[in-house]
């Protein structure tokens, strides 16, 4: 079982920053990938960014040049900062974590709006 919780979450205007935050917790030494995702209202969960345990990231094409997913290895924690936001990144922010299985946490609102 891994156990995952985010932070970081708020409203922002357009054009500003936040920085999300990921703490895993359990069995963390199977994780292999860990990463965002995100669900606007009325549409499907969709993937933001992934980072491998090796470092290996992975952008969604929207979002690339503005989002930076890093990783924190010895506190078992994922970051992601947003740059440029926009209204449209305007979503709940889930962590995900495999192992052979698939964790989420609960989610974090992220509001872009002026």
């Known amino acids: 079982q891994v156990q995952l919780v985010e932070s970081g979450g708020g409203l922002v205007q357009p054009g500003g920053s936040l920085r999300l935050s990921c703490a895993a917790s359990?069995?963390?030494?199977?994780?292999?990938?860990m990463g965002w995702y995100r669900q606007a209202p009325g549409k499907e969960r969709d993937l933001v960014a992934t980072i491998t345990r090796f470092g290996i990231t992975n952008y969604v094409d929207s979002v690339k040049g503005r989002f930076i997913i890093s990783r924190d290895g010895a506190k078992a924690t994922v970051y992601l900062d947003m740059h440029s936001l926009k209204p449209d990144d305007t979503a709940v922010y889930f962590c995900?974590?495999?192992?052979?299985?698939?964790?989420w946490g609960q989610g974090t609102q992220v509001t872009v709006s002026s």
């Open positions: 995900n974590a495999k192992t052979t299985y698939m964790y």
């Open positions: 359990g069995n963390i030494f199977n994780i292999n990938v």
